[in-house]
């Protein structure tokens, strides 16, 4: 199995400018999550989808942060307008229902708002 | 919902000493915790886990310990390489949320010299 996979793995952006990040969880799974890492704040999860549905967004910073899930191989982060604080590295992860708490990670997405 | 706390932020050792990192959890419903190891620049990565009805879980040089009586757990490296530096997490499910989810903490700082 290719893992969790995400895209960009890096992006440069001016503030005011719209941010899209890329998931595809591992095949199978049905739970997929969002994480931003800082060095300030450590990982917090965003929000999470259970077979495409959110259950829980209350981590998602404020309005400018948007989450879908429009099938089960894809969902996308995206960020409008942006700030310079929003730079960090974004995290995609998967579970599986059966053993729903061990995460796989993706390797991230750097993004850095100018 | 769950709090996880980490203790220590950093930690130095000396090639081939011991490591031990500590983590309080405060739902005592919480029956899975796991430790994620995260290379500098790298995903965090699954590297142990322990359910609630097992004391002791040990992986080569790795080894966790859950007390739950206690709510703390904690991650054993012996005979530390330079290549188990890294942050360490541990984590807890989120059972005052919605299932699936996990709550982390704050990681350590792991240095190993040679």
């Known amino acids: 199995d290719a893992g969790v996979i995400q895209s960009p793995r890096h992006e440069v952006t001016e503030m005011g400018q719209e941010v899209t990040l890329r998931c595809k969880p591992i095949?199978?799974?049905?739970?997929l999550f969002w994480y931003r890492q800082t060095m300030m704040r450590g990982l917090e999860l965003l929000i999470y989808?259970?077979?495409?549905?959110?259950?829980?967004d209350s981590g998602m910073p404020e309005d400018r942060f948007s989450a879908k899930m429009p099938n089960a191989s894809f969902s996308t982060l995206k960020i409008q307008p942006s700030e310079p604080r929003d730079s960090a590295v974004y995290f995609c992860?998967?579970?599986?229902?059966?053993?729903?708490?061990?995460?796989?990670f993706g390797p991230g997405t750097r993004l850095t708002v100018t | 919902g769950e709090n996880v706390e980490q203790h220590p932020s950093t930690l130095s050792v000396q090639e081939g000493d011991s490591a031990v990192i500590k983590c309080t959890y405060s739902d005592s419903a919480s029956n899975y915790f796991p430790w994620y190891k995260q290379e500098l620049g790298k995903r965090p990565q699954l590297i142990i886990d322990i359910r609630s009805n097992v004391g002791e879980k040990k992986d080569q040089r790795i080894a966790v310990t859950l007390n739950k009586t206690a709510k703390h757990f904690s991650l054993h490296i012996t005979e530390t390489q330079p290549e188990d530096s890294a942050v360490y997490f541990c984590?807890?499910?989120?059972?005052?949320?919605?299932?699936?989810?996990?709550?982390f903490g704050k990681g350590t700082k792991l240095s190993v010299k040679p």
């Open positions: 992860a998967s579970s599986l229902a059966v053993s729903s708490y061990e995460q796989y």
């Open positions: 989808f259970n077979n495409n549905v959110p259950i829980d």
């Open positions: 095949s199978g799974h049905d739970y």
């Open positions: 984590a807890a499910p989120n059972y005052g949320g919605s299932q699936g989810n996990l709550i």
